[in-house]
């Protein structure tokens, strides 16, 4: 067990069971669906990864995740993009949050130029962007659950007021607008969550699919190596927006309210839940930055 994962078990009882059952679940998939350990395990914040052979010899990799609600449809979302600018689903059991996916790459986009690197990542996204399974839960809900909650936000907090007014207005007119569904989003497809492959130069891994609005998709990338902008990042940040608004071929207008949107929805969690929201960054840091985004898409 990899002791950045083993160290999960803090967060709360439900991790904790989880870890405890980890090696007997990973060792049960391992024998009935045939698979060879073949590498090093790692892991993301919410899953285990191992490196299989196949029964015929064949390479994958094995991901079994914490249940939760954001992965809940990884495996229908994966299906239903067929390999198509994703990484191939192999085998899969949603029961126990498993997945035998094609092997890729470690290589990802964070080594490479960001605006290069959101060119590419944008370009993905009319490849992922099809009709919605029924199942997918429903993006007008969150953008309606969001703006309830930042009404419920008290007076004093760290953020702008004028801000968090925009966002909460926006997300009423995105909650009522049928524009806002229909979509499958991938939702968290950032820097990260694009490995190099080799039957591709660059494959999407790990959605978190909601039935969404292809706008919905640009804020991750802003976020998402924010500190390497250090002395320009209003400029970096428009350069961003901008590559990946062109090359999708977005409405940069709504793309931008998206933007707004999911920033306060950032900021919001760490303030209801610090532990949740910005795992790696101090609370301070990540309100900061979430302003800092919201401003520069609009200046």
């Not at 439900?14 to 045939?34: F, N, V």
């Not at 994958?60 to 939760?68: E, Q, R, S, T």
Request: aromatic share 6%.
């Amino acid at each position: 067990m990899p002791p950045g994962l083993r160290a999960a078990a803090a967060r709360g009882a439900d991790w904790a069971e989880w870890i405890d059952r980890l090696p007997a679940l990973t060792a049960g998939l391992l024998d009935e669906w045939r698979l060879q350990p073949d590498g090093e395990l790692t892991h993301g914040h919410c899953s285990l990864v191992l490196p299989v052979r196949t029964g015929a010899g064949e390479s994958g990799a094995l991901k079994v995740g914490f249940p939760h609600p954001e992965a809940e449809h990884e495996a229908l979302a994966l299906q239903r993009w067929g390999g198509d600018g994703a990484v191939r689903l192999l085998r899969a059991d949603p029961h126990r949050w498993a997945l035998l996916l094609e092997r890729l790459h470690r290589e990802d986009l964070g080594e490479v130029w960001d605006v290069q690197a959101a060119e590419t990542v944008a370009g993905l996204y009319s490849r992922l962007h099809r009709p919605a399974p029924p199942q997918l839960r429903l993006l007008s809900d969150h953008a309606t659950h969001l703006a309830d909650r930042l009404e419920a936000l008290p007076g004093g907090v760290p953020l702008p007021p004028r801000l968090v007014d925009q966002a909460r207005g926006l997300a009423r007119e995105f909650a009522a607008d049928p524009e806002t569904d229909g979509t499958l989003v991938h939702t968290d497809l950032h820097y990260g969550n694009v490995l190099a492959a080799d039957r591709e130069a660059w494959l999407a891994i790990d959605p978190k699919p909601l039935s969404g609005d292809p706008h919905y998709e640009v804020a991750p990338l802003l976020w998402n190596r924010y500190d390497e902008l250090a002395h320009r990042v209003r400029d970096g940040l428009r350069d961003r927006f901008f590559a990946a608004v062109d090359v999708a071929g977005l409405d940069e207008q709504r793309a931008r309210g998206w933007v707004v949107v999911r920033m306060l929805d950032l900021a919001l969690q760490w303030l209801e839940d610090p532990s949740a929201a910005g795992r790696s960054t101090a609370g301070d840091a990540l309100l900061t930055m979430c302003v800092s985004v919201t401003k520069a898409v609009q200046d």
